[in-house]
């Protein structure tokens, strides 16, 4: 037997409903904030991850799924959505068209990570980019936005982890500091940070190695470190979070795998996940834009991850609010019935059959499908011209007028 690839999983009907519940709550939340979907493709050069996610972490080091096609191109199955994003508006000279472009796209991602519960090789991602504000409003209504996300799916104990990582002025300084900080604890720390200190001093923070928690217990924050600049955004952003009632924590630490984040960077955590207990996370990521050849827009943004959020979802499967058309008799009979459940759909109305099966079996079939009513169409209606319409949950009939039918089901659906 052929099986699926170790961390891809398929979301089978049972569970799809949930898909549909976070992917419309996100679509409708996104709209009422004024934002429009992109849809980039999975497969681009790539080139275009290791530059603007940094070549030094894990995701560009270890976990591409990278190959080169027929034509010597080496590509990649994109890791996350923001490098695409990016580039498609580039491409397409969005900002020229509009120097405020917010944008969001939903799909899957590659990364081959070691699977665990909530970490998997291809995952979905709910992904807002917002191109062309560079002050704290936005980060604080970009961060506002991804909260009602996670509350509208109804996820418990949410916390949301706030930090300011500086900017190219005064993060030089800090990563000075914590350099030579790290270097004092060069045996404690595992290869990678080792290695680290040079490359990328501040990808350490990020570390899950029990000994290098250890090691950072004491290193400097980089919050005693902001310029002016940078503490005062910092402080307006919290301040704002205040004002629109979203609770936080400062969060010295969170650092985030992507290299391109400048000042605000933020997680959402929520209970009952385990270890991997992120199901959001983003930042400012100001000269992203300019590094891919596009014009100097700063730009905000985050990725909600959807596995976890479905994992922690309750929600019970709808109801079914169609008709189930139970059929009995010949030919004839089943062309009637299938012109009336034609005439049904045409009106809106979900409705579904199976073909010469016995009358219990259809019913069986119409109850463990979880439909509220059905029509029953035998010789005596057809005879008649009437519907028989059974409640599912009384189990009463009532006989009307083919020409009533439909308004009446939908009646007894409302
Ligand atoms: P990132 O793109 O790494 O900032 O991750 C953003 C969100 O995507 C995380 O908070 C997770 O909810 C989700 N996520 C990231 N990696 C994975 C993965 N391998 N499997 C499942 N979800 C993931």
Aim: with cysteine; glycine share 8%.
């Amino acid at each position: 037997m052929i099986k699926s690839i170790k961390g891809m999983n398929d979301i089978l009907p049972d569970d799809v409903h949930k898909w549909h519940s976070v992917e419309d709550k996100a679509r409708y939340i996104f709209e009422l904030y004024g934002f429009s979907e992109i849809r980039t493709p999975l497969l681009e050069q790539t080139e275009l991850f290791a530059r603007t996610i940094g070549e030094d972490t894990d995701i560009v080091g270890k976990e591409m799924y990278t190959f080169v096609d027929k034509n010597d191109t080496s590509v990649t199955l994109r890791p996350e959505a923001t490098a695409s994003v990016l580039r498609a508006v580039i491409e397409h000279s969005l900002l020229n068209q509009d120097s405020i472009q917010k944008l969001y796209s939903m799909g899957p991602m590659f990364r081959y990570e070691r699977p665990q519960k909530g970490r998997y090789r291809q995952f979905h991602q709910i992904n807002v980019e917002r191109l062309g504000e560079a002050g704290p409003l936005c980060d604080a209504e970009t961060i506002a936005m991804a909260y009602d996300l996670v509350d509208a799916i109804g996820l418990k104990n949410i916390t949301l982890e706030v930090n300011s990582l500086g900017c190219q002025k005064c993060r030089p300084v800090f990563r000075k500091q914590l350099k030579e900080f790290l270097q004092e604890k060069r045996d404690m720390l595992c290869k990678d940070c080792s290695r680290r200190i040079e490359t990328n001093p501040l990808r350490v923070f990020d570390c899950k190695e029990t000994a290098c928690q250890e090691a950072i217990k004491d290193a400097p924050r980089i919050e005693d470190h902001l310029c002016g600049a940078c503490r005062r955004h910092f402080n307006d952003l919290l301040q704002t979070l205040d004002a629109l009632g979203i609770p936080f924590h400062k969060a010295p630490r969170l650092v985030r795998g992507l290299d391109y984040y400048v000042r605000t960077t933020f997680e959402i955590k929520a209970e009952g996940l385990g270890t991997q207990n992120a199901v959001a996370g983003g930042g400012r990521y100001d000269g992203l834009v300019k590094a891919l050849g596009g014009p100097d827009a700063p730009g905000v943004g985050f990725a909600f991850g959807m596995e976890r959020a479905i994992m922690l979802m309750k929600e019970a499967r709808p109801v079914n609010k169609g008709c189930f058309v139970v059929i009995q008799g010949g030919r004839e009979i089943y062309r009637s019935a299938m012109v009336l459940i034609s005439d049904m759909r045409s009106s809106g109305l979900q409705a579904q059959a199976v073909f010469e099966k016995s009358m219990k079996s259809q019913m069986k079939r119409a109850d463990k499908l979880g439909y509220l009513v059905c029509a029953i169409i035998g010789e005596t209606e057809v005879a008649k011209d009437m519907v028989t319409i059974r409640d599912m949950r009384t189990s009463s009939q009532v006989q009307v007028k083919r020409a009533l039918a439909i308004n009446k089901i939908k009646e007894m659906l409302a």
